[in-house]
């Protein structure tokens, strides 16, 4: 494991701990660096990750503080750190969605009745751009599980849901880290939504489609952006 990564995780543990709490500052870098047994450069670089995704919050002059965000957020966005380091797949899993649930979408097309199309609607007029992040992630797997259940086909709605659970931490990440990102998914998931309504199998296809590249063209700029 890199350096970095386990002053990640070291940090992480102080979360789960109780020792380092949303809001609490960190200890000055010498004393911290000095009690998790890493370099000072280890710890910079620890840090700086943390920032980017907005778990930590550097503030010049003043020290460095754990965001207000919820625990398992904060956890969940370390963890997915830690792994993107370690293990870029993810970006292999949102590869064969990009493949499979475009396919998915455009059987849904033939076989969504006008009640299906309500109830994704009631799914979509759930959130809006104030939903948290945490809301919006529940929402994303919702609305495409909804969809890809309407293929009539229980295989590939398994194995879209695997990889749909595989991808959770990215979602997460995008999240804390995207801007507009609630707005923008859920302009993408309307246009989604109208083409389904329209019994348009290929239009669904196609948004489908860029709606999962868009969100794999910026993950894999993050990931390069952290390391």
């Known amino acids: 494991m890199a350096v970095t990564d386990e002053a990640i995780l070291q940090i992480k543990q102080m979360i789960l701990d109780g020792r380092l709490r949303p809001g609490d500052r960190l200890p000055p870098e010498q004393e911290l660096s000095a009690s998790l047994g890493l370099s000072r450069s280890s710890l910079r670089e620890a840090v700086k990750a943390l920032e980017i995704i907005r778990v930590l919050d550097v503030r010049r002059g003043d020290g460095t503080y754990v965001t207000s965000l919820e625990p398992a957020l904060l956890l969940e966005a370390m963890s997915f750190v830690v792994d993107l380091h370690e293990d870029a797949s993810v970006l292999e899993l949102f590869a064969v969605r990009r493949i499979l649930e475009p396919a998915a979408a455009a059987l849904a097309a033939a076989q969504a009745s006008a009640e299906d199309i309500a109830r994704l609607r009631e799914t979509l007029s759930s959130v809006d751009p104030q939903t948290s992040i945490e809301g919006l992630v529940a929402h994303d797997l919702e609305f495409h599980h909804g969809?890809?259940?309407l293929s009539g086909n229980g295989y590939l709605t398994s194995l879209l849901a695997g990889l749909s659970s595989g991808t959770q931490r990215a979602r997460v990440w995008r999240g804390l880290t995207q801007e507009n990102v609630v707005a923008r998914t859920l302009a993408e998931h309307a246009a989604i939504l109208d083409a389904l309504a329209a019994g348009d199998?290929?239009?669904?296809?196609?948004?489908?489609?860029?709606?999962?590249a868009g969100v794999e063209d910026w993950l894999r700029a993050a990931a390069t952006a952290t390391v």
């Open 147 to 149: 969809i890809v259940e």
């Open 201 to 212: 199998a290929e239009l669904v296809r196609a948004r489908t489609t860029v709606h999962i």
